[in-house]
């Protein structure tokens, strides 16, 4: 079973920064690509970033600058460091994972449960 854990969130001030991370564990062969969301009440479930095994990343424009999303494979580990953080980034943050099974070799997509992240003064 595929599990993907966050943690990092929190309560910060604007102008603050927090960095999530995001551990894939359980049992597989490799993950593919990796990325972050984050959805605000009310609202849909939004892209923020993305990164390839290889390190190719996609950073959404609404947080390009700000958002830095990196990885390390040998902990099977997706990071999001968001710096100049303000009210707007309040939402729950969750992380997504492409995962293939060391069973089927079938490549299946994955959701961790999500972290709270508030930006309040």
């Known amino acids: 079973q595929v599990q993907l854990v966050e943690s990092g969130g929190g309560l910060v001030q604007p102008g603050e920064s927090l960095r999530l991370s995001c551990v894939v564990s359980?049992?597989?062969?490799?993950?593919?690509?990796m990325g972050w969301y984050r959805q605000a009440p009310g609202t849909q479930r939004d892209f923020i970033a993305l990164?390839?095994?290889?390190?190719?990343?996609n950073v959404h424009r609404s947080v390009k600058g700000r958002f830095t999303i990196s990885r390390d494979n040998a902990k099977n580990t997706v990071y999001l460091e968001m710096n100049s953080l303000i009210p707007e980034d309040t939402a729950v943050y969750y992380c997504?994972?492409?995962?293939?099974?060391?069973?089927?070799?079938?490549?299946?997509?994955?959701w961790g449960q999500g972290t709270q992240v508030t930006v309040s003064p």
């Open positions: 997504n994972a492409d995962v293939t099974s060391s069973v089927t070799l079938s490549a299946n997509n994955y």
């Open positions: 359980g049992s597989f062969s490799s993950i593919g690509d």
């Open positions: 990164i390839s095994r290889g390190g190719y990343t």
